[in-house]
Antibody
């Protein structure tokens, strides 16, 4: 059974860099076929897709964050990470990592089928 | 960029009633790329439906999805107590776009 778990500081100061790790168990992030994603949810709001990294290392980011976001893989630890620089109070949210199955050869997009429980990050001095 | 607009924002119903949640895309999208999630308080979202109408593994058949073009619908035929939650639509594209969510609450 595939499981994802987010970890990282729950409190980040304004202007600093938010750094989170997603540890994957039950599957290898380098085995191919999946997009390893980050999503966040502001308090009481909808979901916002931040970006993902493919097993090849290719990354895709939400344009609204493109200058501040970086996602990377650590295949030796079966982890991937999120870095968001120059944070402000508006970056306060619950951050989720999720496995995105992408579009398969049958043409269907199979959605994000495995999610971590989420971690709350507060930006405050 | 495609924008997804869900309606209503909140749906107040009683157990046993039928729930209908709508999601409208700002331009026509392929139904094979349309997904629904359920999210309970304090939990991560759970995949419900993909391809606009195909239930994910383990999802009860009281959940159904339909639609094409710009209009998509999630229907819960008879609400069970555990179905009161927030429902999110999502479209696969160069970006992964979500709707703003619809809360189904107990009346």
């Amino acid at each position: 059974q595939v499981q994802l778990q987010e970890s990282g500081p729950g409190l980040v100061k304004p202007s600093q860099t938010l750094s989170l790790i997603c540890t994957v168990s039950g599957d290898s992030i380098s085995s191919g076929g999946y997009y390893w994603s980050w999503i966040r949810q502001h308090p009481g709001k909808g979901l916002e897709w931040l970006g993902f990294i493919y097993y090849s290392g290719n990354t895709y980011y939400n344009p609204s964050l493109k200058s501040r976001i970086s996602i990377s893989l650590d295949t030796s630890k079966n982890q991937y990470s999120l870095k968001l620089s120059s944070v402000v109070a508006a970056d306060t949210a619950v951050y989720y990592c999720a496995r995105d199955r992408g579009r398969r050869v049958d043409g269907y997009y199979y959605g994000m089928d495995v999610w971590g429980p989420g971690t709350t990050v507060t930006v405050s001095s | 960029e495609i924008v997804l607009t869900q309606s209503p924002g909140t749906l107040s119903l009683s157990p046993g009633e039928r729930a209908t949640v709508s999601c409208r895309a700002s331009q026509s999208v392929t139904s094979s790329s349309f997904v629904w999630y359920q999210q309970k308080p304090g939990q991560a979202p759970r995949l419900l439906i993909y391809g606009a109408s195909i239930r994910a593994t383990g999802i009860p058949d009281r959940f159904s999805g339909s639609g094409s073009g710009t209009d998509f619908t999630l229907t819960i035929s008879r609400l069970e107590p555990e179905d009161f939650a927030v429902y999110h639509c999502q479209y696969y594209g160069a970006l992964r776009t979500f709707g703003q969510g619809t809360k189904v609450e107990i009346k």
